[in-house]
């Protein structure tokens, strides 16, 4: 599904990533771990292409398909959803226009006519029910004033109804009570399937006890440089980066 | 010959219009080297000559009316009030025998100058029996005729005035309007200012003084135009008087829009707040210039001015100058203004869910204005702004 080959970017002149390799089989999920500043957000703002961003060397293969050439909303429709580590505030937009005009760019793309309204109302209490999330936040203006909490719910809501090939969870748990850990875990867990990958960034093993990778990577200096399956997150738990990485 | 010439020849025979008739004819049309003329000017006007106003106007007034804002209506053509196209309502009275309050001084600049000498004042007097809203229609029809509106509302004690001030029409005149509001204890006024001539010139001095507990409210909408000018001042002279001032204003093409509003808080306790949001795009040009100024008396004042300007052409230009001028230490206030682009991330945002690239930009285009549409106390009126700026970008975002 997702072939990352010797992926380098940099900001500016500051090189972030140096060499990423990483390659997610259909219907698998990557934990990717690793200290702060180390690129995990990178790597999902590179491949969802943010043009903040610029990729130096390397290449990225989706589908069968060079990504790195594509518009983000070309990604997007073509499956890449990115749950951002900071949802950004868009005030003056309501969260449901996003949403019924996120669903039908994806329609569009797969040569589906628009959603009738009915049908989409009828999808999105779905959605909030599973989200637990409340009618009003439809009616809001996008993240505009979301608890951290809220915002991160927003993010998976969203992704529920676009129901992507590929999700990239950029530390969706954090900021998140036991509680709604528990519903954004099964949130996921809800969209697992044959065809359907994830990556998630997380600090915490605590999300990787709701949803169980399949590998485990460790991204530091912005490089992969351990891999492993479950039991990594737990020897990580325990040594921290330092101890795992200096006998790596 | 000139529009100034013009406007001098127009004056009026009273006494007062005879002197304002001088002041014009001393200081002339404003000009660039005025403080306040800095950035836009009236040059334009130089060599067109401009001819004394008729009110021939043979449609409907209807075919301006805002869907579901259901008002009395006052129809003015070219500047001269037609009764017969007006309707009769409890509550709002008017006569053309009043006597001046003469807020906007001739002395302020040749406009105001050119208005006292050549218009006759409209005063209206609004009583507590007033429960509808009223829509006021200046229509702009034929070209180079000076149109000189003047107005004087009365608003007693206690009285309430929801009142859209419409400018419409294709007329390529010059609309040079003054208003004067008169708010008594506990009056509230609601004003909405609506310009949609695109060839008029269209310039305006509002005065305000609003007495103890009283509110008033103006938002204007600028849809953009050959030249639009809105001068505003409010005074809040006694104590709990609280005014707000909101405005839109979206330029493109060679479009001009200037406003300059200035608030006093002359008495103890009076609040005040500001919220103005412009966009210009193509060669647009526009102007903020905000003043609050509190005054020595004024302590327990309370002021809060917001200025976002969105640039989206490299052609188009925008002079944003709030100001703060405060002689009294115990005074909550805050200003800040901005200039700049759509937001990068905002955009991104968007497009990561699919909505490309043009559809992002209109719709955060959009939401920026929206901001101010949203702020009207009146839902009618919000939904006709919010399709009037969705149809200006070059995406369906409603
Ligand atoms: N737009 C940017 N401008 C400047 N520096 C940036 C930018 N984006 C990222 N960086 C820098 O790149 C490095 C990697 O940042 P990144 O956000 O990818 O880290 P991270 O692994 O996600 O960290 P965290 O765990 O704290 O979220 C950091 O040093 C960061 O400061
Ligand atoms: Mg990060």
């Excluded at chain 1, 909030?128 to 909490?149: C, P, T, V, Y």
Aim: with cysteine; glycine share 8%; aromatic share 6%.
């Amino acid at each position: 599904m997702l072939e990352i080959k010797n992926l380098h970017a940099r900001v500016g002149d500051k090189p972030i990533l140096k060499g990423i390799n990483l390659s997610v089989g259909e219907g698998e999920i990557h934990a990717i771990m690793g200290p702060n500043g180390s690129g995990k957000s990178t790597l999902s703002s590179v491949l969802a292409g943010h043009t903040d961003y610029e990729v130096t060397d390397g290449e990225v293969i989706y589908q069968g398909e060079n990504l790195l050439e594509m518009e983000p909303e070309e990604r997007a429709r073509a499956g890449i959803f990115l749950s951002f580590q900071y949802p950004v505030e868009v005030p003056g937009v309501k969260n449901i226009y996003l949403l019924k005009s996120a669903l039908n760019a994806k329609r569009a793309h797969q040569g589906l006519d628009e959603i009738n309204p009915v049908e989409f109302l009828k999808l999105v209490r779905e959605k909030l029910a599973l989200m637990k999330m409340d009618e009003a936040f439809l009616h809001r203006n996008i993240n505009e004033g979301f608890s951290g909490g809220e915002k991160k719910r927003n993010e998976i809501l969203q992704m529920q109804l676009l129901e992507p090939t590929l999700g990239l969870l950029d530390e969706t748990d954090s900021g998140l009570d036991v509680d709604a850990l528990r519903i954004v875990g099964e949130g996921i867990n809800h969209l697992r399937a044959e065809n359907r990958s994830f990556v998630m960034v997380t600090h915490y093993q605590r999300l990787l006890d709701h949803v169980k990778p399949d590998y485990v990577h460790v991204l530091a200096g912005g490089q992969i440089r351990a891999s492993g399956d479950f039991t990594l997150a737990q020897r990580l738990e325990k040594e921290g980066y330092e101890g795992l990485l200096a006998e790596a | 010959m000139s529009a100034l010439e013009s406007l001098i020849s127009h004056s009026g025979s009273s006494a007062e219009q005879q002197s304002a008739r001088a002041v014009l004819a001393r200081m002339g049309l404003p000009n660039r080297r005025l403080e306040d003329w800095k950035y836009l000017s009236l040059k334009h006007l130089e060599n067109e000559a401009l001819t004394a106003p008729v009110a021939d106007f043979d449609g409907h007034a209807s075919e301006y009316d805002i869907p579901g804002f259901n008002a009395a209506r006052l129809v003015w053509v070219n500047g001269i009030f037609c009764a017969p196209l007006s309707d009769q309502v409890t509550g709002l009275t008017w006569s053309n025998q009043a006597q001046d309050l003469d807020w906007v001084s001739p002395e302020l600049d040749g406009l105001a100058a050119a208005n006292r000498a050549g218009a006759e004042l409209m005063e209206i007097q609004v009583s507590p029996e007033l429960v509808m809203p009223v829509h006021c229609l200046f229509l702009s029809i034929g070209e180079q005729q000076a149109a000189q509106p003047r107005l004087q509302w009365r608003v007693s004690a206690n009285a309430q005035l929801e009142v859209l001030e419409q400018h419409a029409g294709p007329g390529a005149n010059l609309v040079n309007m003054v208003s004067q509001f008169d708010l008594a204890a506990d009056a509230k006024v609601t004003r909405y200012k609506l310009l949609n001539t695109t060839q008029a010139t269209h310039t305006a001095h509002t005065h305000a003084r609003v007495a103890k507990n009283a509110d008033f409210q103006n938002h204007v909408i600028d849809l953009g135009g050959r030249f639009h000018r809105d001068q505003i001042k409010v005074e809040l002279s006694e104590a709990r008087a609280t005014t707000r001032l909101n405005g839109l204003y979206m330029v493109d093409g060679r479009y001009q829009s200037d406003s300059h509003t200035r608030i006093e808080h002359l008495v103890p306790q009076c609040t005040s707040a500001q919220h103005y949001r412009g966009i210009a795009n193509g060669r647009g040009k526009a102007v903020f210039n905000g003043i609050v100024y509190i005054g020595k008396n004024a302590s327990q004042s309370a002021t809060e001015q917001k200025n976002a300007n969105l640039l989206l052409s490299n052609k188009a230009e925008i002079n944003p100058k709030p100001e703060l001028q405060i002689h009294n230490d115990d005074v909550v206030a805050s200003h800040g203004s901005t200039v700049g682009n759509l937001d990068d991330d905002q955009l991104f945002y968007l497009r990561q869910r699919g909505i490309g690239e043009d559809e992002g930009r209109a719709l955060l285009t959009f939401a920026f204005a929206e901001q101010i549409a949203q702020a009207l106390p009146c839902a009618p009126l919000a939904e006709y702004l919010e399709q009037r700026i969705a149809k200006n970008l070059p995406m369906d975002v409603l």
